[in-house]
């Protein structure tokens, strides 16, 4: 049985002391014991945060990361970096950084590669804008989304590592969220897609997240559909509404 994974992309907000004063006030009101945590801060609050929840079961993850391991790359930042200060997973291909700071494909395919090489969980982010989903591509998009972003890596390393979080774009920030069934039809069709790509038992070992405008109202029923494993987490992960998406009723 996959455990559930909810992480928080806290995105630009919170300067390291409002962030760790965050940390401590709910750290010891989250119950880790079913769900695997994942918190990830700004880049400057990954070391002490990581220090806050030390000794806890929260995971420290990161918002993005450079695939070159050093080098001339003013303004990014390595996974030996991130490594150093206790990630255990990375965010990558965030609708946000595709829009913004024009990722493509590729760029995340060679990201998940040089994670994978440090034991570092990627968090691969997909999803379809809403003129995708009413012109019907939406299945399509995410597919090929997926299948590059997998392009080379070993069946075992998806297996293990890999974590997949549908975030239809639509519904980031909005305060629109999919239906439980929409997002439950979209996680099911990426564990298709898996399948097709390696096999059903690699498949079944993939945990796949919803993420778009998750919030306490609604994170039951998301939760407990049968093949979204978590979510991602954005603005309700700054606040209250985190312990009660965590400590949901399943």
Request: proline share 2%.
């Amino acid at each position: 049985m996959r455990k559930k994974i909810i992480a928080g992309n806290w995105k630009m907000n919170y300067c390291v002391n409002k962030g760790v004063d965050f940390v401590e006030e709910i750290k010891e009101r989250i119950d880790t014991d079913k769900i695997d945590v994942v918190i990830c801060p700004n880049f400057v609050a990954l070391d002490r945060i990581f220090d806050a929840i030390e000794g806890t079961n929260i995971y420290l993850g990161a918002q993005n990361v450079y695939f070159e391991t050093s080098g001339a790359y003013t303004g990014e930042t390595s996974v030996d970096m991130l490594t150093a200060v206790g990630v255990k997973y990375c965010i990558v291909g965030h609708s946000e950084r595709r829009k913004y700071f024009h990722e493509t494909d590729e760029m995340v395919n060679q990201k998940v590669k040089k994670l994978l090489e440090k034991d570092v969980s990627p968090i691969i982010c997909v999803g379809e804008t809403l003129e995708e989903r009413d012109a019907s591509k939406h299945f399509d998009i995410v597919e090929e989304q997926v299948t590059k972003a997998l392009k080379d890596i070993h069946k075992d390393l998806v297996s293990k590592k890999i974590v997949i979080a549908y975030e239809p774009i639509w519904a980031i920030g909005t305060g629109v969220t999919a239906t439980a069934e929409q997002a439950n039809e979209m996680c099911k069709f990426i564990r298709g897609v898996v399948a097709k790509l390696y096999t059903t038992s690699v498949a079944d070992c993939v945990r796949i997240q919803y993420g778009g405008s998750v919030k306490p109202s609604n994170a039951n029923e998301i939760l407990n559909m049968s093949d979204i494993d978590g979510a991602l987490v954005g603005g309700a992960s700054l606040t209250n509404d985190f312990v009660a998406i965590v400590n949901y009723e399943s």
